[in-house]
């Protein structure tokens, strides 16, 4: 059971997320750089939040064309499991490992607050542990974080159980509340709100420790 984090210039939550994994699995992950064009065998490749290349051209463009992301892209299409969180939800719509793109906020202003999700989908690795419409209080901090979609699109997302987290209180203007989306076979999971930040009651909430605790869980099985 192992974990692989990448690494872009400009991520600055790689250290939660590693810290929040090694919590659940008892084990350390692995940083990828992301000019690396290979990584070790993994069963969870971890995208961070953070603001890779400065954010330029558009938040996780530049990131989704990192030499590390073919590989990244190849391993999702073959069932490893793919966690993006915030810059890193960014990045797997970029590369079209995930439906939909994220605009910048509908204020215009970067927010930073902790908000509750309700959780809109159990069936999967990342989520098998929660109740459906279980809430979760844990942090956002994003500039672009709303989550934007076609109408076709969304009725995808619908109709295929694809929509993992909707936002209680939507900080952002995402299109139908909606805080996080799952790949049709829901290996491939993204949203930004930081779970990682949200493992232990100092946080403020450790709401966000079940998610670490459901893909451990599904590792292990």
């Known amino acids: 059971m192992r974990a692989a984090i990448i690494v872009f210039p400009g991520s600055n939550r790689e250290h939660d997320a590693a810290r929040a994994l090694s919590r659940a699995m008892g084990k350390e992950p692995d940083f990828v750089w992301h000019n690396d064009s290979e990584m070790p065998k993994t069963d969870l490749i971890l995208l961070p939040g953070g603001f890779s290349y400065g954010d330029y051209l558009r938040t996780g463009a530049m990131a989704a064309h990192s030499p590390i992301m073919?590989?990244?892209i190849d391993r999702a299409k073959?069932?490893?499991?793919?966690?993006?969180?915030?810059?890193?939800?960014?990045?797997?719509?970029?590369?079209?490992?995930l439906p939909g793109i994220l605009l910048r906020n509908a204020s215009l202003k970067f927010v930073c607050r902790t908000v509750?999700?309700?959780?809109?989908?159990?069936?999967?690795?990342f989520t098998r542990l929660c109740q459906r419409g279980q809430e979760l209080r844990v942090p956002v901090a994003?500039?672009?974080?709303n989550y934007f979609a076609s109408a076709d699109m969304l009725k995808e997302l619908e109709d295929y159980g694809?929509?993992?987290?909707?936002y209680r209180d939507n900080p952002n203007g995402s299109i139908r509340d909606i805080a996080g989306v799952f790949n049709k076979t829901r290996?491939?999971?993204?949203?930004?709100?930081h779970p990682e930040d949200a493992i232990e009651p100092l946080h403020g909430s450790a709401d966000g420790a079940v998610l670490f605790e459901s893909i451990a869980k599904a590792l292990a099985a």
Do not use: Y
């Not at 073959?78 to 490992?97: A, D, P, Y």
């Not at 509750?116 to 690795?125: A, G, I, P, Y």
């Open 70 to 72: 073919r590989e990244v």
């Open 78 to 97: 073959k069932g490893v499991r793919v966690w993006g969180i915030c810059n890193g939800f960014q990045i797997l719509c970029e590369t079209g490992l």
């Open 116 to 125: 509750t999700l309700s959780v809109e989908q159990t069936d999967s690795d």
């Open 142 to 145: 994003h500039g672009d974080g």
């Open 162 to 166: 694809q929509i993992a987290f909707r």
């Open 187 to 193: 290996n491939v999971l993204g949203h930004m709100p």
